[in-house]
Nanobody, 127 residues
Framework: QVQLVESGGGLVQAGGSLRLSCAAS????????LGWFRQAPGKEREFVTA????????YYADYVKGRFTISRNNAENTVYLRMNSLEPEDTAVYYC????????????????????WGQGTQVTVSS
């Protein structure tokens, strides 16, 4: 049974930091691109960042570039999202997702390209 379980969300003041974790099971973790998405109330789910199979390639949405860092530990089947300099606009439910994309030079950035999803973790940034 495939599972992606996020943790680490919470309430933080603007300018603060959080680290999200996503523990995976039920599939060959190292064969999947991992991504983070977020969804604010009344808005569509949007791409945040993705990381390649080995972790040597990453891609960030412009609105988080320079503030967020994605990483993965294939030995522990875990992907992380370090979020610094948080802004109220970052408030959303954050989801990790896994994509079985076979492209080695492309990181998926849209919801339909991802096969497995976690249940999400709430991040709230107060001003």
């Amino acid at each position: 049974q495939v599972q992606l379980v996020e943790s680490g969300g919470g309430l933080v003041q603007a300018g603060g930091s959080l680290r999200l974790s996503c523990a995976a099971s039920g599939f060959t973790f190292s064969n999947y691109v991992l991504g983070w998405f977020r969804q604010a109330p009344g808005k569509e789910r949007e791409f945040v960042t993705a990381i390649s199979f080995s972790g040597d390639s990453t891609y960030y949405a412009d609105y988080v570039k320079g503030r967020f860092t994605i990483s993965r530990n294939n030995a522990e089947n875990t992907v992380y999202l370090r979020m610094n300099s948080l802004e109220p606009e970052d408030t959303a439910v954050y989801y990790c997702a896994a994509s079985g994309s076979l492209w080695t030079s492309y990181l998926p950035k849209t919801v339909p390209e991802y096969d497995y999803w976690g249940q999400g973790t709430q991040v709230t940034v107060s001003s």
